[in-house]
Nanobody, 124 residues
Framework: QVQLVESGGGLVQAGGSLRLSCAAS????????MGWFRQVPGKEREFVAR????????YYADSVKGRFTISRDNAKNTVYLQMNSLKPEDTAVYYC?????????????????WGQGTQVTVSS
């Protein structure tokens, strides 16, 4: 079993920055991919970014490329999402997830473990 807990969400003005954290526990994660997704009411869960735990290879959705950075701290078993130049359309509940055995690692169905989410609200 893997437990994921997100933190760092809040209210920020457009153009501002926010750093989300996802603390992982229960298992080792050397073989996992860690992803960030976001969801707004009435919309499907949207891929944001993912990182391979071992090696740190990253991949981003086009909508956040150049503004968001995903990283991980192996010693702390924590993955981060640094969000810069935030826009109102970034407003969503952000979820951390862990996947093992997927193919592309940019669809929600590939992720087995999920955190409870943290709200990010970007004001105009």
């Amino acid at each position: 079993q893997v437990q994921l807990v997100e933190s760092g969400g809040g209210l920020v003005q457009a153009g501002g920055s926010l750093r989300l954290s996802c603390a992982a526990s229960g298992r080792t994660f050397s073989s996992y991919y860690m992803g960030w997704f976001r969801q707004v009411p009435g919309k499907e869960r949207e891929f944001v970014a993912r990182i391979r735990w071992s090696g740190g290879t990253t991949y981003y959705a086009d909508s956040v490329k150049g503004r968001f950075t995903i990283s991980r701290d192996n010693a702390k078993n924590t993955v981060y999402l640094q969000m810069n130049s935030l826009k109102p359309e970034d407003t969503a509940v952000y979820y951390c997830a862990a996947a093992l055995g997927g193919k592309y690692y940019y669809t929600a169905d590939e992720y087995r473990y999920w955190g409870q989410g943290t709200q990010v609200t970007v004001s105009s």
